[in-house]
């Protein structure tokens, strides 16, 4: 299986508080991407970054991608209770498919 | 109206019976894919499509079979339905090329007694 994996596989934090997931992949990768699905629902794009950057931003959100170790983490600041959801990485290693984590589920408790 | 429309939204159906799971969209977006999701195994890729006359496999295409009638719809169907094919599937699109996002379906939910 060419899937990543996230760590923790559920995470329960105060509103307020940050939350870290991390992702292992396995495979060279071209880009990683961050995705968030409310309970059942379809997931949403939330941030993209390209294997030669190392750290960018987006609003209250940081991801950051080491290579060398096949790993990222996507760092949530000053959560709220709307940002209940679970979280997936999802690699693209030649532009043609979307290899998906097994996702974190993150509780933001208000 | 949604971008990607799966249809139907919930599926209750029997063992051996075939079903197919419909997906259209509006974005104009070449690339079309299936995934299916269970609990504690993410998304994994079913069949995938880069225009009306490619079709690929991915990691379980197994007791899958899929058809794109144009560029818009991609169809899901499974043969002969069995009960560990219970899952939420997910059709999702994407333009082509590298550092593009995948927009998603809001999904199906299947059960298979």
């Known amino acids: 299986s060419q899937q990543g994996e996230e760590d923790p596989q559920a995470l329960s934090i105060q509103e307020g508080e940050n939350a870290t997931m991390n992702c292992s992949y396995k495979?060279?990768?071209?880009?990683l991407q961050w995705y968030r699905q409310n309970s059942g629902r379809g997931l949403v794009h939330l941030i993209l970054?390209?294997?030669?950057?190392r750290e960018k931003h987006s609003g209250r959100l940081r991801v950051t991608l080491d290579t060398s170790k096949k790993s990222s983490s996507l760092l949530i600041t000053a959560s709220r209770a709307a940002d209940t959801a679970s979280y997936f990485c999802?690699?693209?290693?030649?532009?043609?498919?979307?290899?998906f984590g097994t996702g974190t589920s993150l509780t933001v408790i208000p | 109206d949604a971008d990607v429309t799966q249809t139907p939204r919930n599926r209750i159906t029997k063992t051996g019976k075939r079903i197919m799971l419909e997906c259209s969209q509006t974005?104009?977006?070449?690339?079309m894919y299936w995934y299916r999701q269970d609990p504690g195994l993410g998304l994994r890729l079913i069949y995938y499509?880069?225009?009306?006359?490619?079709?690929n496999k991915g990691e379980i295409s197994d007791g899958y079979s899929v058809s794109r009638q144009a560029q818009a719809k991609f169809s899901l169907s499974l043969e002969s339905a069995i009960p560990n094919q219970t899952a939420l599937y997910f059709c999702?699109?994407?333009?082509?090329?590298?550092?593009?996002?995948?927009?998603f379906g809001q999904g199906t939910r299947l059960t298979v007694v």
């Open positions: 974005k104009g977006h070449d690339r």
């Open positions: 499509s880069f225009d009306v006359k490619d079709i």
């Open positions: 999702a699109t994407s333009d082509p090329g590298l550092g593009t996002e995948a927009f």
């Open positions: 999802a690699t693209d290693a030649s532009g043609n498919q979307f290899y």
């Open positions: 495979t060279s990768i071209n880009n």
């Open positions: 970054i390209r294997s030669n950057e």
